[in-house]
């Protein structure tokens, strides 16, 4: 199992950029897949996850509506839109994969202590 995230870069504040993290060597009936990111000097912190149909997601609250995860399955890669980045969007970002998927209500439970494979992380960083 592998999980490879890639599409990071330097980004004015406003622009957008999109990540992608492909996954290789998933063999489960169902999984998670999650977004993760740690700024410098700061812990790590749960963007959000998606079922790995891709049909539903789970976002941290502050950050829903201007980031979007999305599944393209024909290639087995998860992809986090970021829009409207700020300053303190500046972090590296990972994505990992819980091997079990489970929902509170139509939600995946997005959980960084359930991850059993993590990927590389790709740098974001955001100008003014």
């Known amino acids: 199992v592998q999980l490879q995230a890639s599409g990071g870069g330097l980004v004015q504040a406003g622009g957008s950029l999109r990540l992608s993290c492909a996954l290789s060597?998933?063999?489960?009936?169902?999984?998670?897949v999650g977004w993760f990111r740690q700024a410098p000097g700061k812990e790590r912190e749960t963007v959000g996850c998606?079922?790995?149909?891709?049909?539903?997601?789970t976002y941290v609250d502050s950050r829903e509506g201007r980031f979007s995860i999305s599944t393209y399955n024909a290639n087995n890669t998860v992809y986090l839109q970021m829009d409207s980045l700020k300053l303190d969007d500046t972090a590296v970002y990972y994505c990992a994969a819980d091997r079990t998927l489970e929902f509170s209500g139509y939600s995946p439970i997005c959980l960084d202590g359930r991850m059993d494979y993590r990927g590389k992380g790709t740098l974001v960083t955001v100008s003014s």
């Open positions: 998606t079922d790995s149909r891709g049909e539903y997601t």
């Open positions: 060597g998933f063999d489960f009936a169902s999984y998670t």
